[in-house]
């Protein structure tokens, strides 16, 4: 039987929501969603649209299209923001992959990315190293990871963590 990894993100929408990435930003919740007026800028820490950034990857034409690792793994990191669980697994290396993921469990916001630096080991493999901020029951927590991925058929892949540290 394969594993099972099990993540909890704040903030998400009910499946019955009708509330959308533009309307529920990390600062507020979406029970209580402020409107937004303007775009938000994307949840990976760019100074970009989410839709420009790493929502044209998780959805539409140029879905599952990250062009190299480290922009594959901002949009990971934001998918983890938003509770896309199907982009997650779906960009997740198949030989490494848990068998499901189940985002309910333990309750983390995600509050920031940023990236440390990016090793293009060559066309179609590469590491990058990043950091996580998140908040769990009221501790803020940090997750730095050097993760490996690989381009397979033209398609960019999450492979394993070659380093993991919390704290």
């Not at 909890?8 to 529920?24: C, F, G, K, R």
């Not at 029970?31 to 420009?52: H, I, K």
């Not at 790493?54 to 998918?79: F, V």
């Amino acid at each position: 039987m394969g594993a099972v990894l099990r993540v909890d993100l704040l903030p998400t929408a009910p499946a019955s929501s009708n509330i959308t990435a533009m309307e529920t930003t990390p600062d507020n919740s979406p029970e209580n969603p402020t409107p937004n007026p303007e775009p938000v800028r994307c949840y990976c820490g760019l100074q970009v649209a989410y839709e420009e950034c790493c929502g044209r990857w998780h959805t539409g034409p140029e879905r599952l299209m990250a062009p190299d690792a480290e922009k594959l793994m901002r949009s990971r990191y934001s998918a983890f923001v938003l509770g896309l669980g199907d982009y997650l697994m779906d960009t997740w290396d198949p030989s490494t992959r848990p068998a499901t993921l189940d985002l309910n469990e333990p309750r983390i916001r995600w509050l920031r990315l940023d990236v440390r630096g990016v090793d293009q080991i060559d066309e179609n493999r590469a590491t990058v190293d990043f950091v996580a901020f998140s908040q769990q029951r009221g501790r803020r927590m940090r997750l730095h990871e050097i993760s490996r991925f690989e381009r397979k058929d033209g398609k960019w892949f999450y492979l394993d963590p070659l380093s993991i540290k919390f704290n």
